[in-house]
């Protein structure tokens, strides 16, 4: 007898002196039921198809077709204002059709590893991941992450890929200095700049770089802009220490809260986050400068966790961010994208993204570490950090 | 009965998963190194000297806010339960401690750098009205001054809540008897009111170190790890951007157990000679 009613149904229950003890019991069978049941529909909806390991040998109608028939995409750590993420989620959304869900937006790369190894088998686990380099390799050697090579593949840069496949770099920026005009009067333009007595109490990392990729880029930048190297960043930490005894540097880690309500004025961060800062707090007249005596830059890896609970829609979004329109989205949040230099050369840029940029000389200095060096800088952070700035 | 204790199973399930089992994980794990082999790298890893500024730094904030927070707390709980005190001031200061024992972490952080940051209320009122900058005069909220600072925001009402019961226990009778007997405030004190007040001091104080000595978005949402604590270290190496090493976060938890269970070898023999006269 269907119950069209929720009065009538305490009424029955009243009626017909169902006593406590069967209505919990009555509970606790179907409680059970539908988690035995669940499971294997869950199973069996998904298609038992094998998902391919290079891009072209699926039709792309056949790739969005499986996708559609997984329905939905799980992504984890992506700010929405973290090189326009906001913008290419739902772009992707309303492109497809497949929902998004995007676990711990303010998750880090540790988190997002951790994600895939403790979420095996769940339908909940990330399908695709956005780590900094050596989290990437440490997946890729754990086997947490699928192989796949997508359409444009041979276009990325060959020092932002993996040769076997397991990640491919999406997006590089470079170590800027964010700057609020309200509250300083001389834009500072290097980092000898920021040893001056006029900045006390202003400059803040994005964190500390023993937890912040962002961090430890400053401290990278930092030792360029110090006589050290890529394999030295001893000189880097004494730099710090040295603003911290001038008083200048201030241990709280800049957000978006920071910026805005004017307690960070002097930000050292990625240029794509300062400059979406510029673009998100007009109060604060953001300018963003690309310090002159040091320019560090470093990318984020793209993967496919290797137990996907949707492969199809995980290869899908791989896909589309390769495409112009991908890179593109990329660009509008400031960053610059894998293909950059194969847009320019086809003159896909818009000119007025190129416009919101800084000026491209200033980013040809750049320098990139590799994973050794990486490693090795962190060890020195480990050790001489905490001594240098306590 | 016999079944009755059957009732006393989800407790210990309860406690088996999310209290043994973890503290077992941590212990065993703290012998691993990264490929899962037995090793005590990590172990001679903790003796580093980052890693003992860090325990050094926690030990000593936790202990000067559990003295701080213990004496400032006993004094609010005299004050508020003395026979004087208008009735209502004990249930409003009993409510706005239990919430404040529990407001911690990063809210916690963020009210104080709005009040006491470089840009906060109270520093531009004293600078703006005053003339008066402290951040000029060598004050900084984000260094151990200032976490202990932070800190003490909730280790006194905590204290307060605790020791409370222990103050109604106190009779006046044993006060009136006293001065009948010709003793002073200060004998009075001395002989009956503290040795009866020991055991829970203690054991208060206890709750506030331990209390201190785990906390940690407190500390992280204040200095993001510009000061090195131990539950900071954790962090760094299990959750964090840069440095990827479980096990080593498991064996700084077995030093932080340590720490904890010395704190305990200590109090234990304390707690006995104070509950002396009970006996």
């Not at chain 1, 001389?186 to 803040?204: C, G, H, I, R, W």
């Not at chain 1, 894998?338 to 050369?345: E, G, I, N, R």
């Not at chain 2, 200060?186 to 203690?202: D, F, K």
Request: proline letters at 6%.
């Amino acid at each position: 007898m269907p119950d069209r009613d929720p009065d009538e149904m305490f009424l029955r229950v009243v009626d017909e002196r169902i006593s406590r003890g069967t209505l919990l019991r009555r509970g606790l069978a179907t409680g059970i039921g539908l988690t035995i049941l669940s499971s294997p529909l869950d199973a069996f909806a998904r298609g038992s198809k094998t998902p391919p390991t290079r891009g072209q040998l699926i039709t792309m109608k056949e790739l969005i077709a499986e996708a559609k028939k997984e329905g939905k995409l799980n992504t984890i750590a992506l700010p929405p204002d973290w090189a326009n993420y906001g913008q290419i989620m739902s772009t992707f959304q309303k492109k497809y059709g497949l929902s998004i869900t995007n676990d711990n937006p303010d998750g880090s790369s540790a988190q997002e590893n951790q994600a895939v190894r403790s979420l095996k088998g769940d339908p909940r686990a990330p399908d695709v991941l956005d780590v900094s380099p050596s989290f990437a390799a440490a997946g890729a050697n754990e086997g947490l992450y699928a192989k796949y090579f997508n359409r444009r593949f041979k276009t990325i840069p060959r020092e932002m890929k993996d040769g076997r496949g397991f990640w491919v770099g999406d997006y590089w920026g470079v170590i800027s200095l964010g700057v609020n005009q309200n509250i300083v009067r001389n834009v500072p333009k290097s980092f000898k700049d920021l040893l001056k007595p006029e900045y006390k109490n202003q400059v803040a990392l994005n964190g500390s770089p023993l937890t912040s990729g962002s961090a430890l880029a400053g401290v990278f930048a930092a030792a360029l802009a110090n006589g050290g190297s890529l394999n030295n960043v001893g000189p880097g930490i004494d730099f710090f220490g040295k603003l911290k005894q001038a008083g200048n540097f201030i241990p709280v880690q800049a957000t978006p809260q920071t910026v805005a309500s004017g307690q960070t004025p002097i930000v050292i961060d990625w240029d794509y986050l300062n400059l979406a800062y510029g673009k998100e707090f007009p109060s604060a007249k953001w300018a963003t400068k690309i310090p002159t005596d040091g320019v560090y830059g470093a990318h984020y890896c793209q993967a496919i966790n290797a137990n996907a609970p949707h492969p199809f829609a995980a290869r899908l979004w791989q896909e589309w961010l390769y495409t112009d329109a991908g890179q593109l989205l990329w660009l509008k949040g400031y960053s610059h994208p894998a293909l950059f230099q194969d847009l320019a050369k086809r003159k896909k840029i818009p000119a007025s993204l190129l416009k919101a940029l800084p000026p491209a000389a200033l980013y040809a200095k750049v320098k990139f570490a590799n994973a050794a060096q990486t490693a090795k800088a962190k060890e020195r952070v480990n050790n001489d950090w905490a001594k240098a700035t306590g | 009965m016999p079944y009755a204790w059957l009732g006393v199973v989800p407790f210990f399930l309860y406690a088996f998963a999310f209290l043994l089992l973890p503290a077992g994980q941590v212990l065993v794990g703290a012998f691993k190194d990264k490929d899962g082999a037995w090793s005590t790298a990590n172990i001679s890893t903790l003796f580093e000297q980052q890693y003992v500024d860090a325990f050094r730094n926690s030990i000593e904030i936790s202990l000067v806010t559990a003295v701080l927070g213990g004496i400032l707390g006993l004094c609010i709980a005299f004050a508020a339960l003395a026979d004087g005190t208008p009735r209502w001031i004990r249930p409003a200061l009993t409510t706005f401690s239990g919430v404040a024992a529990n407001f911690g972490g990063i809210p916690l952080a963020f009210a104080f750098i709005a009040t006491l940051g470089t840009i906060g209320v109270v520093t531009a009122f004293l600078r703006d009205q005053l003339g008066y900058n402290i951040y000029f005069h060598g004050f900084t909220l984000f260094s151990k001054t200032g976490i202990e600072i932070v800190y003490l925001y909730f280790q006194i009402p905590l204290m307060f809540l605790v020791i409370a019961p222990a103050i109604d226990g106190m009779k006046r009778e044993w006060r009136e008897a006293s001065s009948n007997l010709g003793a002073s405030s200060w004998q009075y004190w001395r002989h009956v009111g503290l040795p009866v007040l020991m055991p829970s001091l203690l054991g208060a104080t206890i709750l506030l170190f331990g209390n201190a000595f785990a906390a940690y978005a407190t500390a992280y949402g204040l200095t993001g790890g510009g000061v090195a604590l131990a539950p900071l270290k954790i962090g760094e190496v299990v959750s964090g951007n840069v440095l990827d090493n479980p096990h080593l976060g498991q064996a700084l938890a077995l030093g932080m157990f340590a720490v904890l269970a010395a704190a305990m070898l200590l109090y234990v023999p304390l707690q006995r000679r104070s509950a002396r006269w009970m006996r």
